[in-house]
């Protein structure tokens, strides 16, 4: 029976998992196997980077002892169930109760199959015993973060040094996740946030004893944007795509991958290492051209735009994008949405936009809103946003690609009229994570770091712009403000459905040039249309136009 | 605008395209000569204002064809035509012939942008004034009011009225812009004018809106409600893009958002308010208008207007039937009885918006129709022969009544000026 397991129907949407590559592939195993290796990065560095180590470690201890007097209240009064529990383990956890074996794979997608049927370890069945591993483990978890050099380890290494020093072996680290779940199931734990930093231990101990490859293990005493102040982070990050979607790929016959930022679409398959049986880029079948990308290159003084290295503090190009969004508040309706390759780059850009009064001018047409690296504050932003939209009084929107905005929110009909992507967002080449990535793509893949970054920083941008449009009939224009967008290499890789809208005279445009065609192009876009669209360039479909389609097929 | 059934002197003359042009020219000419005196050079006249090399068009091989204006009006007239015939398919559509209508002019600083030359300011105003013209030209019934927004503060610039003289008077004097623009304070005001209106009067707010955004006091949303209840109508032309909140105010409303393209367009979507829209159904009860039909004064009777306290000769105004006071101008509402005056003619005028001409069918055969029907040949309007010199029958049109042919000038003349077709009203006096 053939399954199809499609992530979206239109051809512009976005992957929501296993459509990814590297850049996303954290993401993507969080979104099927819950709280695996994103709560691993993102949890351990935001609880050790927000506290001190040993408040981290005193935490823990807490939540050790804690639940240390809770199974001695149990114990005392329902030693039965943890006899239940026991046997429960020893049996294989395929075979509980609440966990049916066809569905095993939603929950734990990331795990072979061989942890599902296999018995828990002897020396963990018991609770207690199981505590003691786990303050074992945390113990030598505490030790790695005391040092003082960057370190980048394999897996396997990691899991030998752990056996060395704490005495747990890979089997008891692959199966923490799953212990701990059944003995907080077993214990009937309520108040699961106090036990999230445990949690995240056992997710981490987990994935490095079941994966030997694909993963790296970092450690970096110094936050490097602040090498003074000790703020060690130990990192797990995946470098391989493929692990993710592997369960996808063995349990489906028939799998339909859709995205709207597939492009290049061979790179896809060399990610996700399989071999398409059909692979296909199509256009977007529109109405009327209803997205008008531009390439922004010169500013309103006709020097280059760009966000490189080297320019991109220079007042000069910081005063050109700074009158770029100036004159486009002034010309486009409702919402703006200006995407920025990072938040150090945006705080200071918008520093000097406020020094040089270019923001005031600009707060005259609309009210400013930024999204910052806090969800609740993003997400008020987001709604007084929308609300500026809504009631006429218009808005810009500050984001950072790559950011929660760029990857989810979308900005449709007048929430985004405009997208402007200040620079092209290369990943921060200097990160361990991705030169380890970088690394293992080159030698597993035999993909060039240069492709793969370039890939990367265009299909960001190519999500940020396409946050505009989502429908046929929406309209939205889309502004890629730097020089380095007209070059051939860089342009080629934005997705089809971009590139065919994207003229000849538009790839080289300057500040004035720019306005001139926002005007022209909203007005006309303002204009009634036929939306069922007529005669050739019919868009939408009724069920008898399916059927004409389908008989015509048939007699072809 | 088009003189008689003369005009078809330049379309069925030329042979050749050429000819065609240069006999247009010539036309130009003549009228340049005209209204001057002598004739223009080409380097002399002033191109910047009719921008005639955008009306330029290529064909398929690139090279420039002629300029058949005369073809293109008329094709887009047809196309309006049939668009408000649509509209008013259903056969008895009541219409609001009895409007009470504010004009709001955003004079924000957006309204001083160039993208229209000069500025937008002055692009509204002048076509402001030939839309009061021809709104008074085609709803003698009606008031208009004139309201701007500066500083997003507004002005009533004028009170409703029934003189198209002295709105246009009030507009030109006050143009200047600044600061920002404020819907919610527009509809506000309005609100609380046209609140004020009788209930058979049709309340309608047109609103010219240069600016892409509007700073408000309060909730906008509440406002709308509010203007939704005192059943206004709400109209928004926007000169630059599409916003949201003002399409939100016209469907709420029942009002038309459009947006001009360039200042022709404009002008076009001003002119399409001027005929009264459709009542909805639910807001218009059918009910009894109080009117009064002043007599003009006696010659030797001297009194005071009530207009504008002067003395003045009966001949110059108009007496109240009711309370015998003296107005100088109709229509008008009495300032001591309050009945409302209007003359005859006024309400014969409004008369053709119920009942319109049907629009005609086109008609382009080559070989003339054979039963030799009368008229077949020649414009029943103005008897021009449709035959041209290289005997080629050209693009006539038929009334699907009385089946006269008319050709394209007298078309357009009976639709926008005439009102009647001669054709079925020569039928009608001659069964009678």
Redesign the interface.
């Known amino acids: 029976m053939p399954i199809s397991w499609s992530t979206a129907t239109s051809t512009c949407s976005t992957p929501r998992w296993p459509a990814s590559c590297p850049g996303r592939c954290r993401r993507s195993v969080s979104s099927c196997s819950t709280r695996h290796t994103t709560s691993i990065t993102s949890a351990l560095r935001l609880s050790v980077s927000a506290s001190a180590s040993r408040r981290w470690k005193a935490l823990n201890e807490t939540c050790g002892a804690s639940r240390k007097r809770l199974i001695g209240r149990f114990k005392a009064t329902d030693a039965n169930r943890l006899r239940a529990e026991y046997n429960r383990l020893v049996d294989g956890l395929a075979q509980r109760g609440n966990l049916p074996i066809s569905d095993a794979w939603l929950a734990n997608p990331a795990l072979p199959d061989d942890i599902l049927k296999e018995a828990v370890p002897g020396n963990i069945r018991r609770a207690e015993h199981f505590l003691a591993v786990l303050r074992r483990l945390v113990r030598f978890l505490d030790g790695r973060l005391e040092t003082e050099t960057v370190e980048n380890e394999m897996p396997v290494s990691f899991v030998a040094s752990i056996h060395s020093q704490a005495g747990i072996d890979q089997k008891m680290l692959r199966f923490c996740y799953d212990r701990l779940h059944s003995l907080m199931l077993t214990l009937e734990i309520t108040d699961t946030d106090e036990f999230m930093h445990i949690q995240t231990i056992c997710d981490f101990a987990t994935l490095i004893g079941t994966y030997t490859r694909g993963f790296s293990i970092i450690t970096e005493p110094y936050d490097e944007r602040m090498p003074d102040i000790r703020d060690p982070v130990i990192q797990l990050s995946c470098h391989d795509a493929s692990l993710a979607i592997q369960p996808v790929f063995d349990r489906f016959q028939t799998v339909v991958i859709t995205s709207g930022t597939l492009s290049p679409i061979d790179l896809y398959p060399r990610l996700l290492n399989f071999n398409p049986v059909i692979s296909r880029s199509f256009t977007m079948s529109l109405t009327r051209d209803c997205i008008c990308p531009m390439v922004l290159t010169r500013g309103s003084d006709q020097l280059p735009v760009s966000t490189k290295f080297d320019m991109r503090s220079d007042p000069g190009v910081v005063r050109n994008y700074g009158r770029l969004l100036l004159e486009m508040s002034s010309a486009v309706p409702d919402g703006i949405v200006c995407f920025f390759v990072s938040y150090s780059y945006m705080d200071g850009i918008v520093n000097s936009w406020n020094e040089m009064g270019i923001l005031q001018d600009i707060m005259q047409h609309k009210l400013v809103f930024i999204e910052t690296p806090d969800v609740v504050e993003t997400t008020l932003a987001l709604d007084n946003y929308r609300k500026a939209c809504d009631c006429g009084r218009g808005a810009i929107f500050f984001s950072v690609a790559r950011g929660k905005v760029a990857e989810g929110i979308d900005f449709d009909r007048h929430y985004g009229r405009l997208v402007i992507m200040f620079g092209v967002p290369f990943q921060y080449t200097l990160s361990r994570i991705l030169l380890a990535r970088l690394e293992y793509l080159r030698e597993t893949f035999q993909i060039k770091e240069g492709d793969f970054l370039t890939f990367d920083a265009l299909r960001q941008a190519a999500q940020c712009v396409g946050r505009v449009i989502r429908s046929k009939a929406d309209y939205g224009m889309m502004i890629f403000a730097d020089k380095r967008y007209s070059r051939h290499d860089k342009r080629s890789k934005l997705p089809g459905w971009i590139l065919s809208h994207l003229h000849d005279a538009h790839l080289n445009l300057s500040t004035d040039m720019a306005l001139h065609i926002a005007r022209e192009f909203l007005r006309r876009m303002a204009q009634p249309y036929d939306k069922m669209g007529s005669g050739g360039n019919k868009t939408l479909l009724t069920e008898e136009d399916l059927q004409n389609m389908a008989q015509d097929a048939m007699e072809m | 605008m088009y003189g008689g059934g003369g005009g078809g002197g330049g379309f069925n003359a030329p042979s050749t395209a050429s000819g065609r042009r240069r006999n247009q020219e010539d036309e130009e000419e003549e009228e340049e000569e005209a209204g001057e005196g002598r004739v223009l050079e080409a380097w002399e006249r002033a191109y910047a204002d009719d921008r005639s090399w955008e009306a330029l068009q290529e064909d398929d091989s690139g090279l420039l064809r002629p300029i058949d204006t005369k073809t293109l009006v008329h094709a887009q007239y047809r196309r309006r035509l049939l668009l408000r015939s649509a509209a008013t398919a259903a056969a008895r559509i009541q219409k609001g012939l009895i409007r009470y209508l504010y004009i709001v002019i955003d004079l924000s ?2 309204a001083s942008e160039m ?1 229209y030359r000069p500025s937008r300011m002055a692009v509204v105003a002048k076509h402001a004034e030939a839309f009061i013209r021809e709104f008074f030209d085609q709803n003698p019934l009606s008031h208009v009011g004139i309201v701007t927004i500066k500083d997003g503060i507004c002005h009533r610039l004028t009170e409703i009225g029934g003189s198209p003289e002295s709105q246009i008077k009030a507009l030109m004097g006050k143009l200047e812009c600044s600061g ?1 623009s404020s ?1 919610q304070n527009a509809l506000e005001l309005v609100h609380g004018y046209l609140d004020q209106v009788p209930s058979y009067g049709h309340k309608e707010i047109l609103i010219l809106y240069s600016a ?5 006091p309060g ?3 509440e406002t709308i409600e509010k203007c939704k209840k005192s059943k206004i109508r709400c109209s928004i032309i ?1 000169l ?7 399409k939100h105010i016209c469907e709420e409303t029942g009002g038309s958002y ?4 360039d200042e022709s367009h404009f002008k076009e979507l001003l002119l399409e308010h001027a005929p009264p829209s459709p009542a909805i159904a639910e807001y218009a009860a059918a009910n009894l208008i109080k009117m009064g039909f002043p007599q003009r004064g006696a010659e030797d009777l001297i009194s005071i207007c009530s207009c504008h306290k002067k003395i003045k000769s009966g001949a110059e105004g108009y007496i109240c039937p009711r309370c015998k006071v003296n107005v100088c101008e109709l229509p008008t509402e009495c300032r001591t009885c309050g009945l409302t005056l209007v003359s005859s003619p006024h309400l014969a005028r409004s008369y053709h918006h119920l009942f319109p001409v049907q629009p005609f069918d086109e008609v382009s055969s080559i070989y003339p129709n054979k039963l030799g029907q009368k008229g077949g040949q020649k414009c029943y309007g103005c008897q021009q022969s449709f035959i041209n010199p290289d005997s080629q029958s050209s693009l006539h049109v038929r009334c699907p009544k009385c089946n006269q042919h008319f050709c394209l000038d007298c078309d357009i003349y009976i639709h926008e000026s005439l009102h009647n077709c001669p054709g079925c009203e020569s039928q009608r006096s001659s069964s009678s």
């Open positions: 600083r957006a993208d920002d819907l892409l955004n509007t700073c408000d909730d906008i949303m926007g630059a893009a599409e916003i949201f909140i003002c459009t947006i001009a393209l």
